[in-house]
């Protein structure tokens, strides 16, 4: 309710951006990228299956060049301070379909998401790599991608969202 709340409000906020929309095809949003395992590396995996995608990093970050092995040609945005809501929101209006990879207290970037699903309906998919904990994000995706059979149970019997078992691809 909360989550729905903020998004309802930051929605009313920011409904100039959307007569500049544009139609890029995936954007992965994580919220900070790791140098070793975690969501990273799993949202590398599948930038590499799906043969690309941009990348949005939501939370400051200085360097990403240790950080992140992702194809040439690949569109990073990042922000040494961060991101404002809005400036969330102007970007992932440009893409058909947004991967969250998100934590699971990255409040900003799941606002975010929800006020541009509400405006101009692009697709969703929320990677669940912490299925043991709350999280933010659950709301405002089309569909909630589960990395273990736990989390792919949980949604079934209690969350009430559509979801799918993902794993963990390999090569």
Same mark, same amino acid.
């Given at each position: 309710?909360?989550?729905?709340? %903020?998004? #309802?409000?930051?929605a ?23 140098a070793? $395992?975690?969501?990273?590396r ?7 299956l799906r043969e $690309?995608?941009?990348v ?9 060049s240790?950080?992140?092995? %992702? ?10 301070? $961060?991101?404002?809501?809005?400036? %969330? ?18 409040? %900003? ?25 709350? #999280?933010? $994000? ?13 989390g ?10 559509s ?9």
């Amino acid at each position: 309710d909360f989550e729905e709340l %903020l998004i #309802s409000r930051c929605a009313a906020e920011n409904r100039a951006v959307f007569e500049k929309v544009k139609t890029l095809k995936e954007l992965h949003v994580i919220s900070a990228p790791l140098a070793t $395992g975690g969501h990273t590396r799993l949202m590398e995996k599948i930038i590499g299956l799906r043969e $690309g995608g941009d990348v949005l990093i939501s939370r400051p970050v200085m360097d990403v060049s240790d950080k992140l092995r %992702l194809p040439r040609g690949t569109k990073i945005y990042c922000k040494e301070h $961060g991101f404002y809501v809005s400036g %969330l929101i102007e970007i992932l209006a440009k893409y058909k379909t947004i991967f969250l990879h998100i934590n699971p207290d990255d409040l %900003l970037a799941s606002v975010a998401v929800g006020v541009v699903r509400r405006s101009i309906s692009n697709r969703v998919i929320f990677v669940n790599h912490a299925d043991h904990v709350f #999280s933010f $994000g659950f709301c405002c995706s089309d569909l909630v991608a589960e990395v273990s059979s736990y989390g792919f149970s949980l949604s079934q019997k209690k969350r009430g969202v559509s979801s799918s078992f993902l794993g963990i691809p390999m090569n």
